[in-house]
Nanobody, 125 residues
């Protein structure tokens, strides 16, 4: 079965950095597009960033360009979300998801993706 497991969250001060990991099992991370979503308290889950099968990045939130970066590591069979210059509004539970497709389609990922438990990111002094 296709499964993804998030890790790497924690408490960080504003302006700091975190690197989230998304470990894949049951498939190679090179096989499908993989996306990061996040859900802040009291808010809807929103798309953050996605990497296509061909390694193209899609930013679902334009404001994250220049701060967040997504990448693959085939050796670790994982996808990473590097988060820099973190702000309190970045506080959320972060999820990675794949719909076993090649491209980054927000609606399809949201509806048909396989979701894990997420990892908590808290940005606070």
């Amino acid at each position: 079965q296709v499964q993804l497991a998030e890790s790497g969250g924690g408490l960080v001060q504003p302006g700091g950095s975190l690197r989230l990991s998304c470990a894949a099992s049951g498939f190679s991370v090179e096989s499908y597009a993989i996306a990061w979503f996040r859900q802040a308290p009291g808010k809807e889950r929103e798309g953050v960033l996605c990497i296509s099968r061909s390694d193209g990045a899609t930013y679902f939130q334009d404001s994250l360009k220049g701060r967040f970066t997504i990448s693959r590591d085939r050796g670790e069979n994982a996808v990473y979300l590097q988060m820099n210059s973190l702000k309190p509004e970045d506080t959320a539970v972060y999820y990675c998801v794949t719909d076993q497709g090649y491209g980054c389609y927000l609606g399809r990922l949201r509806e048909y993706g396989s979701w894990g438990q997420g990892t908590q990111v808290t940005v606070s002094s």
